[in-house]
Every structure is written in C-alpha cells, then in structure tokens.
C-alpha cells in the first residue's frame, strides 16, 4: 500500500525549532518530487515547500523561505521539514505530499502532523 | 506570485444537482490546473490534473475544464459524499499555489 506518515509535530514556543520526517513506504521515494503543505486550524491549504526526485532542487512558500529547509534521504525513504524561527503564524497542520511525475499535482498526502506554536 | 481565485465561495446544493465551481488565475497557467476535495477532519484528494485529466479512482461524475485563465470543476449529478471543501492549485510556476476553497454543502 501507497503511504506517507509524518511525525514530529508539537508544542513549540515562538522562535523555537522544530523538524518534520516523512516516512514514505510501497513506492520507491527515489523516484518522485515531493512537497510540504499545511493548513491553519479553519483555514484553506498553503503549499510551503517542494524537493526534486535526487533533492538537487528546492523551492520555498515566501512566508518560509529563509526559516524552513526541506531534505530528503531517498535511501531510507524519508523527506524532512526543518523549521526555525517558529511564530504563531505557522501553527498547521503538515502534509507530506507526493506530486505525480512531471505535474506537481499531489496525489498521495500523509495524515498531516499538528505544529502548535505558542507560549 | 500567481493567485488562484475561486467563486462561489460556498454553495448549498441538492442531491443530484449539476455543480460549477471556477477557478481564475491571476496569469495564464495553460493546463496546470488541479482540483482536490477535502472533507471535514480528513486529508485532501486529488480529483482533477491538468485541467481535465480524472485521478484514478476518482467518479466519472467529477469533470474539469478550462486552460489560460478560467477554469472550471464539474459535479453532474451530486452525491451526499460529494459535501466538503474544494480547492484548486496551480502548478505551472513556483511557488505552488491554491485557491481559498469553494465550501460545498448538500
């Protein structure tokens, strides 16, 4: 079975650090892009971040660039979302996402993993 | 940055109503358009890719259509699963970016 599950999430004070994996299983990582994209509590969904297949390329959401770094280890099959400089603003959910080849439109999604940031 | 903007912003609908949600783009992104569905509580799914190419899995009741700047997600006969908030999101540049959500309710 096709599947991504994240973990890492929590409770954060405001400029804490925090780092998101994403465990994939029943595909072969290696060969396909992936993305981070979360969601505030009753909000729409935000793409934050996307990875290339061998990792050589990253793209970032304004709002993280500079504060999160995405990575991947395609030999253990996981994908990463380091996050530094948390504010309340970046309280989410966060999805892994797989992008279908050449399309980067997401069809497989983890459960999500809940980042809090808060005092 | 391209923005997504998507109308109505929520719906009331009828089981076995035909439905439109559209989406419009703030710059032409040709075909790279896609449509999710996301109930309450649950993780989104993919419904729609380039513009109308159905996800495997996905009823045939479900269409989409449009390039450039105007799209459209069809409903041709909705089902009571059908309730949810739909998206779409554009891939043809980064950043990645998605519309504010159509809320449906039957």
């Known amino acids: 079975e096709v599947q991504l599950v994240e973990s890492g999430g929590g409770l954060v004070q405001p400029g804490g650090s925090l780092r998101l994996s994403c465990a994939a299983s029943g595909f072969p990582l290696s060969s396909y892009e992936m993305n981070w994209v979360r969601q505030a509590p009753g909000k729409g969904l935000e793409w934050v971040s996307y990875?290339?297949?061998?990792?050589?390329?990253?793209y970032y959401a304004d709002s993280v660039r500079g504060r999160f770094t995405i990575s991947r280890d395609n030999a253990e099959n996981s994908l990463y979302l380091q996050m530094h400089s948390l504010t309340a603003e970046d309280t989410a959910v966060y999805y892994c996402?797989?992008?279908?080849?050449?399309?980067?439109?997401?069809?497989?999604w983890g459960q999500g993993t809940m980042v809090t940031v808060s005092s | 940055d391209i923005q997504m903007t998507q109308s109505p912003s929520s719906l009331s609908a009828s089981v076995g109503d035909r439905v439109t949600i559209t989406c419009r783009a703030s710059?032409?992104?040709?075909?790279?358009l896609n449509w999710y569905h996301q109930k309450p509580g649950k993780v989104p799914n993919l419904l729609i890719y380039?513009?109308?190419s159905l996800q495997s899995g996905v009823p045939s009741r479900f269409s989409g259509s449009g390039s450039g700047t105007d799209f459209t997600l069809t409903i041709s006969s909705l089902q009571p699963e059908d309730f949810g908030t739909y998206y779409c999101?554009?891939?043809?540049?980064?950043?990645?970016?998605f519309g504010g959500g159509t809320r449906v309710e039957i």
């Open positions: 990875i290339s297949s061998s990792g050589s390329t990253r």
């Open positions: 999101q554009q891939s043809d540049k980064m950043p990645l970016t």
């Open positions: 710059q032409t992104i040709n075909v790279y």
């Open positions: 380039t513009a109308s």
């Open positions: 996402a797989r992008s279908l080849p050449a399309r980067n439109a997401f069809d497989v």
